[in-house]
């Protein structure tokens, strides 16, 4: 095999803190989504990766990955996440593996803000924070919490995820 068609041989990408997307998210999540890197920045067609931001006392709702695998790393903060019915507390280090079908559920119980590094394959989920936020700008402060779009059901299939409500 040819490296030369390789489009990610020799090639780096290095994004600074508040370099790249950003959206504000709906109820429950509230806080933000920061997606790092996905295939249209690195070139590489295999992952996506970035951080979540949750607010105290919000959760991004229960949900599954029916076509993806998901990896967790609680970078910030602390709270729990539900896997499958099991409660796991989430501290600063806790890393999660959720394969396909997986049902997850994360709550910032805390008294700050829960920041989640989250590493998907294949990639997408970056996609999903586009589509159901608004754009943000570093520093901005938060906007009143906003509703999920109407249409959040066919946004979830057309893009990999399952609600469990």
Request: a negative charge; hydrophobic letters at 35%.
């Amino acid at each position: 095999m040819s490296h030369a068609a390789d489009p990610v041989r020799g090639r780096a990408v290095v994004v600074q803190p508040n370099e790249g997307p950003s959206y504000w998210q709906p109820v429950p999540a509230n806080g933000h989504a920061d997606p790092k890197f996905y295939p249209a920045r690195t070139g590489f067609a295999g992952h996506s990766m970035g951080f979540q931001t949750i607010a105290p006392g919000a959760r991004v709702r229960e949900h599954s990955h029916g076509e993806q695998v998901e990896l967790q790393i609680c970078f910030r903060g602390s709270g729990h996440v539900m896997v499958e019915g099991a409660r796991h507390r989430l501290v600063p280090g806790t890393a999660c593996f959720l394969g396909y079908d997986v049902k997850h559920e994360i709550v910032n119980d805390g008294p700050d803000e829960l920041v989640m590094l989250w590493v998907i394959s294949p990639p997408g989920l970056e996609d999903f924070f586009q589509a159901i936020g608004r754009p943000r700008q570093a520093g901005e402060a938060a906007p009143a919490p906003f509703e999920r779009p109407a249409d959040i059901i066919g946004i979830e299939r057309r893009l990999g995820m399952n609600d469990t409500r």
